[in-house]
């Protein structure tokens, strides 16, 4: 049976808000991060690896009109917001601060906050997928075999096609990526390559032909 995730919205108007097409869409998950936890540290000379990776797949997906959604952690703070998390990563004295100065969000871009690991856990990721008209989702971000793993798992439960960039997604230590990649590889069967690999054409057009077939089976 299809995932509800893929039906078309009863309501195209979206309450006066309509989101643009996006089959093929990158999350960009945790990476406005302060670091500020325990354990933080190991991550700061990967996750500045990744940035730089990712920084060049975000302006590519952009510029092949892919729609990017920033799916940030709240960090605990109920009263804030993915703007007040922006400033506090980028202006204050934080060990995440580079990351977060060289992923900035463009103001096209989308973002969810979650309380928890998967960016689909009591989120709105659901029903912004759905208008988007969504079918590969590529994830980004931190870390490896936390977050990234968990969303993927519920990616993969919804049917969406789950590309992981390995170059574009980091853990607190090298052993902990390696076994988070060959588990999406080897249970999930999660495409994973580096980033430089990643043909947003092609994705767009696999993307479409997909929902042109499902929508011609009814």
Known sequence: MPSST??????????GNVPDASPVVLLAIDVINDLEFEGGEALVEPGERMADCLRDLLSRARDAGVAVIYSND???RWRSDFHQQ?????RE???GREIARRLLPAKEDYFVLKPKHSAFFATALDTLLSYLGARTLILTGLTTDSCI????????????????PE????AISPERHRRALSHLREVLDTQVVPGAEIDFEALLAAAREKSEKAAAAG
Request: aromatic share 4%; hydrophobic share 40%.
């Open 6 to 15: 893929h039906a078309p919205p009863k309501n195209q108007d979206l309450h």
């Open 149 to 164: 793993l968990a969303t993927a798992i519920d990616a993969d439960m919804r049917d969406f096609n789950v590309v992981v």
């Open 167 to 170: 170059d574009c997604v980091a």
């Open 74 to 76: 709240n960090f605990g």
């Open 93 to 95: 004295d934080v060990r």
């Open 86 to 90: 922006v400033d506090h990563c980028t």
